[in-house]
């Protein structure tokens, strides 16, 4: 174990966070708040830290695959534990365990709150707090690796430890320069939101907030009633349908770039994907209909709904806890499955369900056809041992820890629709559940144990859980490699 180029790669990455926290502190100065010194404060701290840590490196340079878990897995919970400060040093959120567990689920892109009141909280803290969506929508090492030379060497192992799915890929041959062609699409992605919504009326800080969430899929708002304080159908729309974008994986639009439409019309995971949105949106539709004037408002309500829990993104427009049962079960079921991999939502993934569905089809062909040879493949190409193995092994770790989450969060003696929904949507990253947890509630009545395992929860469902469990395990602190 590297130990020494672990805490060199954390130093250089707190200091990135330090640079980070003037963007907020600039929105606090120009909007005249006294909350800025706040983020100066940290800034500095960080600054500190960086400048011990992060500016030497050491001899030995070289790190593998159980360095780059470790470092990712400590990057998140250090990020968010000084992100956490400046709420906490203004007042904005008093108690530190109620400012971790929002910065957790800002850098997640969960959305899930403790807030009851957000529109009296500075402009600059409600900046921050959306601009954490944005930072860890595509991953806080891969925004790191972007805008510093990090470590170019080792840059695989990290970017294998921190993106969403059962592989990651490279798009070009350096790590460093995939991670420049990511953020390029998605700051093009939100760029282009940014100016819709503005036509829509919004003023340039809700457009940039509101972009900021979507593109991390995340949801927080600076608006008590969400994206429902517009009611615009125009502001629904845009935002439906970049949740969707947001929601594909990146990759996709780097095929796009290079014009090979074929790939990405025949590509399995996004017909799935964009299969079960049609599916969900049409079900819900129909089944709403008597509640909405007209079946374009059953339409609108239905598809905004089904877009922010599919992709996580956990903006809401309705009150879906006075839906039907048969839609509240509908919207269940799609926090299950999630976005694509290779995007900034959560979930299980799409592939990851597509792969299982064929596998069960193998098993199944296998008993009727002893004999026969059957491959699985998705696109085209073969899913290899070691990937089945690690979707195998995801699966059972993810029930696993919902299993047990339950459990502990059950000890608030709140209703199981509560309790099972709350750590369904964190471990998810999705935002708001059922029941007392419902888009219109949140998670300030939860106990500190309680939001502590959320957080935890949300931080493997971000970081699909293998890293998390690694730096469980003795035998990585006993052990000398």
């Known amino acids: 174990m590297n130990k020494r180029m672990i805490i060199y790669i954390l130093g250089k990455m707190l200091g990135v966070e330090g640079a980070?926290?003037?963007?907020?502190a600039l929105v606090s100065l120009i909007y005249g708040e006294k909350s800025g010194f706040a983020f100066l404060i940290v800034a500095a701290v960080l600054g500190g830290?960086?400048?011990?840590?992060?500016?030497?490196?050491?001899?030995?340079?070289?790190?593998?695959?159980?360095?780059?878990?470790?470092i990712v897995g400590l990057a998140w919970i250090l990020w968010s534990l000084f992100g956490a400060l400046p709420f906490f040093i203004t007042g904005s959120i008093p108690n530190y365990i109620d400012a971790f567990f929002?910065?957790?689920?800002?850098?997640?892109?969960?959305?899930?709150?403790?807030?009851?009141e957000i529109e009296s909280l500075p402009m600059g803290i409600n900046f921050w707090r959306c601009l954490t969506h944005w930072i860890g929508g595509m991953g806080v090492l891969v925004f790191v690796m972007m805008i510093t030379s990090l470590d170019d060497e080792n840059a695989m192992p990290l970017m294998r430890a921190e993106m969403p799915g059962p592989e990651a890929d490279?798009?070009?041959?350096?790590?460093?320069?995939?991670?420049?062609?990511?953020?390029?699409?998605?700051f093009v992605l939100t760029a282009v939101e940014v100016v819709l919504l503005m036509f829509g009326g919004m003023n340039l800080y809700d457009a940039l907030v509101h972009s900021f969430s979507t593109a991390g899929t995340g949801g927080f708002s600076n608006r008590n009633a969400s994206v429902s304080f517009y009611d615009s159908a125009y502001i629904d729309g845009v935002i439906t349908v970049f949740?969707?974008?947001?929601?594909?994986?990146?990759?996709?639009?780097?095929?796009?770039?290079?014009?090979?439409?074929?790939?990405?019309?025949?590509?399995?995971?996004l017909r799935a994907y964009l299969g079960v949105i049609a599916a969900s949106i049409a079900v819900i539709t129909v089944n709403i209909l008597n509640i909405y004037e007209n079946v374009l408002h059953a339409f609108r309500y239905a598809s905004f709904q089904v877009a922010s829990v599919i992709t996580t993104t956990g903006f809401y427009t309705a009150d879906y806890e006075l839906w039907p049962e048969l839609s509240k079960a509908v919207l269940l079921a799609i926090m299950f499955i999630g976005a694509c991999a290779g995007s900034t939502g959560g979930g299980i993934k799409v592939c990851r369900f597509v792969i299982l569905c064929k596998s069960i089809r193998q098993e199944i062909r296998k008993i009727l056809h002893p004999n026969a040879v059957t491959v699985i493949k998705l696109?085209?190409?073969?899913?290899?041992?070691?990937?089945m193995r690690g979707i195998n092994v995801y699966f059972a770790a993810y029930v696993f820890i919902l299993i047990i989450s339950v459990l502990i969060v059950s000890v608030d003696n709140f209703d199981f629709a509560t309790s099972f929904s709350g750590v369904l949507t964190t471990i998810n990253n999705v935002g708001p559940g059922?029941?007392?947890?419902?888009?219109?509630?949140?998670?300030y009545m939860f106990s500190p144990l309680s939001k502590i395992?959320?957080?935890?929860?949300?931080?493997?469902?971000?970081?699909?859980?293998?890293?998390?469990?690694?730096?469980?395990?003795?035998?990585?602190w006993r052990k000398r490699f």
């Open 20 to 24: 980070v926290l003037l963007i907020p």
């Open 49 to 70: 830290i960086f400048l011990v840590f992060g500016r030497k490196k050491p001899g030995c340079t070289r790190i593998y695959g159980k360095e780059g878990f470790v």
């Open 102 to 116: 929002e910065t957790v689920s800002g850098f997640t892109t969960t959305g899930s709150t403790i807030l009851k």
């Open 170 to 186: 490279k798009l070009v041959p350096k790590a460093r320069h995939t991670a420049t062609i990511l953020y390029g699409m998605y």
């Open 243 to 269: 949740m969707i974008l947001f929601g594909v994986n990146f990759n996709l639009y780097f095929i796009l770039i290079l014009k090979d439409w074929k790939s990405v019309l025949k590509n399995e995971e």
């Open 379 to 387: 696109n085209g190409k073969k899913v290899g041992q070691d990937t």
């Open 434 to 443: 059922i029941s007392k947890v419902g888009p219109v509630e949140n998670f």
């Open 453 to 476: 395992v959320f957080c935890f929860d949300m931080l493997v469902g971000r970081l699909e859980i293998i890293p998390y469990l690694l730096m469980l395990s003795p035998d990585l």
